[in-house]
């Protein structure tokens, strides 16, 4: 079936825009991750939401972020007046986890949207 | 705290060599998930393991094998007869079930910071 996919690949903006980043999930998959990879670095987790509730935004790094889900279907992070620091690759991941359960289910990732900040 | 190391910033070796990548972590926790993703110049993650705390057998995957060692708190990946194809970063992840707002729990993945492997032909 179709993998998680996300849009646009690549954004290119100016310090002080605000930009919108979209992840559709595998269907069916309730649970919805973001992640942010810097150049050469791992990935840092930014929020996390079970169906359309978020019970862990602990990695958002500043108010200028923020993320929504609909349902359990399409995400948005935005960021709102980019600064050049926020450059980096926006990752996004859903897995099958059931509110309630034991997480363990893997995380499948997307490939990505290329943020820019000039 | 939860931490993932992975010592080896890059690797490079010749096509058909064996080569090991190293991952340790650190966790209070006695339950959690150990992963390995494989990223290739195309930039999308790919999953190639998920291991959880209580199952310590390694694993063999055709060219792929896993040694998970509690006792040293790593979970090495070894690729054998290495392949050009082979050649990406390559990330080692750690989860815990962790408490959120409302009651659920989350599993965040802690990831390394990656191991570049380059194979050439």
């Known amino acids: 079936g179709a993998g998680v996919s996300q849009s646009p690949s690549n954004k290119v903006t100016e310090k002080g825009k605000d930009v919108e980043l979209r992840c559709d999930p595998i269907s069916g998959h309730t649970a919805l991750y973001w992640y942010r990879q810097r150049l050469g670095q791992g990935l840092e987790f930014l929020i996390y939401?079970?169906?359309?509730?978020?019970?862990?935004k602990s990695g958002l790094p500043s108010d200028r972020f923020s993320a929504e889900r609909t349902g359990e279907s399409v995400s948005t992070l935005t960021i709102q007046r980019t600064q050049q620091e926020d450059s980096a690759v926006y990752l996004c991941?859903?897995?099958?986890?059931?509110?309630?359960?034991?997480?363990?289910?893997?995380?499948?990732f997307g490939p990505g949207t290329r943020l820019t900040v000039l | 705290a939860q931490k993932v190391t992975q010592a080896q910033t890059e690797i490079s070796v010749v096509e058909k060599e064996d080569v090991t990548l190293d991952c340790v972590y650190e966790t209070r926790d006695t339950t959690y998930y150990l992963f390995w993703y494989k990223q290739p110049p195309s930039g999308e993650l790919v999953f190639l393991i998920r291991?959880?705390?209580?199952?310590?057998q390694n694993e063999i995957s055709g060219r792929y094998s896993w040694n998970f060692q509690k006792s040293t708190s790593s979970f090495n990946f070894t690729i054998t007869a290495s392949q050009v194809v082979d050649s990406a970063v390559y990330f080692c992840?750690?989860?815990?079930?962790?408490?959120?707002?409302?009651?659920?729990?989350?599993?965040?993945?802690?990831f390394g910071t990656g191991t570049l492997l380059a194979v050439q032909p």
């Open positions: 291991r959880n705390s209580f199952d310590e």
């Open positions: 992840a750690l989860s815990e079930e962790v408490g959120g707002e409302g009651g659920g729990a989350t599993n965040k993945l802690i």
């Open positions: 939401f079970q169906g359309n509730s978020a019970p862990d």
């Open positions: 991941a859903s897995s099958l986890d059931f509110w309630g359960a034991p997480p363990a289910d893997t995380q499948y």
